[in-house]
C-alpha cells in the first residue's frame, strides 16, 4: 500500500493579476490535505474509488494509451472521475508500461465544512489531487524520487497535467501550494511557451526538464502570532467561468485591465517586502489595498468577482482590527481575514457567524507534498 497526500490552499494576495505575464502572487498550504492510496490490482485492471463523491470501485482497462471503463458511466460520475482518469493516462503515458492498481482518494475538510454536502469550497482540491495521484503513481511505478531534480521533474508534470486540464488558462499557483507547502512567492511561468510546447507535441520527458521560463517558487517565512481565518459564503463559484468573462473583458478594455493588473502586481511585491520584514501593520494594510483593487476589477468588468457575501467578510474584518479579502477567483467560495491577535480572531469568527459566513480558524502547512507509505 502506497499512500500519499497533499495539502490544500489559500491563495493571500494576487489574485487576477497572476494569470498574466511577469506577474505574481502568495499562497499558503493549509493543513487540510488530500489522501490518494494505491495498491496492487489482482485483476488486470485500474480501479478507482474516489470517496469524497461516493464513487467506488469503478473499474477500467488501459487500452491504446486510454482509460476505457467498463461498465457505463452517467454524466455526473463521467464528470467527477475525468480528471483522475486523465492523470492516470498521462502518467502511463510517460511511463510507457503497464501494471494494475487501485487508487482512491478522500480530502479533509475544514472543520467549517463538516456539516456541508458541497464538494467544491475553491481551496485547490482538484490542484491537491493532482500532486498526490501522480506521486502515488511514480512510487508504485518505482519512478525515482529521491533527488532534486526528480522532484522538480514531478512537479513540473503536475503543473503541466493542471495547466491542461484548466483549458490552459491556469496559474498554476494552487499546484505550488500542493507541492512544496508553506507560504510562497509565486511567479507564473510563460504561458505562450508552454502552450505552444503543448500545441505542437512536445515530447513529454524532455518538457518536464526544460527551465520553464519566468517560473519561481521562494518561501516566505512564518510570521509570529499571524491568525489566519477561513470564512465560506456556502456560495460555490466556477473558476473557469469567471476567467472565461474575465477574458472577454480584458479583449474589450485592455488598457483598464491592464493598470489594475499592474496596480495589484506591485502591490504583492510591496507585501511581499513587508512579509520578509514581518511588517504587520504593513501587511494587513496590504491587504486592504488588495481587496480594494479587486473590489475595482469586479466594479469595472461587471464580473461578480466580490459577491455580497465576500464584501461584508471583508468589512467585518477591517472592522474588528484584522485584514480581509476574497481569497482565490471570487464569485463565492471562500474568503480569509489575517489579524495578529487571539481576542481579534475570535470576535471576527463570531461577527462571521451572525451573518450566516461559516469561519473557522487555520493553521499553515509547511510540508506540502508527503509520501506517508511505500510499502506492499
Known sequence: MIRTSAPLKLVIAGEWAVLEPN??????AINNRLFCEIESNPKNEIEISLLDFNIKEVSAIY????????????????NYIRLTKFVIESALFLFNYFKPFKIRTWCEKPTCFSSCSETKFGLGSSAAAIVAILAALHVFYNIPLNKKREME???KFCLLSHYILQNMRGSGIDIAAAFYGGIIHYTRFDPVWVSQKIQNNFPLDIFIEYKW??????????????????GWTQKPASTSHLISQMETFKIRNAPIYHELISQITKLVKDLTKAWRKKNK???????????????????????PIEIPELRLLCE????????????????????IAICFDEEISTKILEEWEKYNIIGTKMEIDFDGLKIETSKF
Open 23 to 28: 506577474s505574481c502572487a502568495i499562497v499558503a
Open 63 to 78: 487500452k491504446d494509451n486510454e482509460l476505457v471503463f467498463t461498465q457505463p458511466l452517467d454524466k455526473k460520475t463521467e
Open 153 to 155: 521533474r514531478l512537479f
Open 213 to 230: 521560463p519566468n517560473l519561481e517558487i521562494n518561501h516566505l517565512p512564518p510570521i509570529p502570532d499571524m491568525k489566519l481565518l477561513l
Open 281 to 303: 501593520s504593513r501587511i494587513l494594510a496590504d491587504i486592504k489595498i488588495n481587496e480594494m483593487y479587486l473590489r475595482r476589477l469586479s466594479e469595472i468588468s461587471g464580473i
Open 316 to 335: 467585518i474584518a477591517d472592522e474588528l482590527g484584522g485584514a480581509g479579502k476574497l481569497s482565490g477567483a471570487g464569485g463565492g467560495d471562500c474568503g
